[in-house]
């Protein structure tokens, strides 16, 4: 079964608004999580990574928190855009040298203007 | 465009033909993945090139899928005898070996389909 899965499917927000994205992971040895952001009809666009050594990373707009207490990553949106509105999904990475990254279902964030 | 390429984007093939899809990663990345990813799923990971070497398969790889990266640059991934179970979007990625290797970059994806 998969390591990584999401607690909600999908999630609508206002435009303006901020946006929390959550996700569970089973593997306690994962050494690296990864957002990943996918538009119809495209590949996943790399968002933003967080080394299990840390516990909060921030990007432009966006913040991910690693909480390894209870294998929960959360994604947050800050003035959530139209062009926000997508599938995202994260990643994890095993370590140890392997590079296969295991993907989550993902949740569709649709945005109101 | 520098980033991942893929060709074709799209493929619509009779059960029990073969299909081959290319990919172009990234110029500088030395690392190069092919995912499987269905509807309302996220990638699975398939198998991973460094240079041209494949470092990793995945139990999804059955005997019917081969690839291939001859000169450390492209890379093909070939299905044999398709089946209708194999239609899907086939994603290809790349990194580079540096600090930044983890992270990966996917191309726009081929999507086959099979009747």
């Known amino acids: 079964g998969e390591s990584v899965g999401l607690h909600l499917p999908t999630l609508s927000v206002q435009e303006g608004d901020n946006s929390i994205i959550n996700c569970a992971y089973s593997n306690s040895a994962s050494d690296y999580f990864i957002w990943y952001k996918q538009e119809s009809g495209k590949g996943p666009q790399f968002i933003i990574d967080?080394?299990?050594?840390?516990d909060k990373r921030q990007g432009q707009r966006v913040t991910v928190l690693l909480n390894k207490t209870v294998k929960h990553l959360s994604l947050q949106i800050a003035a959530t855009q139209p062009g926000d509105s997508a599938v995202y999904f994260c990643?994890?990475?095993?370590?140890?040298?392997?590079?296969?990254?295991?993907f989550g279902k993902g949740t569709k964030l649709s945005v109101i203007p | 465009d520098t980033g991942v390429s893929q060709d074709p984007r799209h493929k619509i093939t009779k059960r029990g033909q073969n299909v081959t899809f290319r990919c172009d990663p990234i110029s500088e990345h030395n690392r190069l993945y092919w995912y499987r990813q269905t509807l309302g799923q996220g990638p699975e990971f398939l198998t991973y090139f460094q240079n041209e070497a494949q470092l990793e398969k995945s139990r999804l790889l059955s005997d019917r899928f081969s690839a291939e990266r001859p000169k450390g640059s492209f890379s093909t991934l070939e299905i044999q005898r398709t089946e209708q179970g194999d239609s899907a979007m086939y994603l290809c990625a790349s990194s580079s070996s540096g600090p930044t290797s983890y992270e990966q970059y996917f191309g726009p994806g081929t999507r086959l389909t099979v009747t």
């Open positions: 967080i080394r299990s050594n840390m």
């Open positions: 990643a994890e990475d095993p370590g140890a040298g392997s590079y296969q990254l295991t």
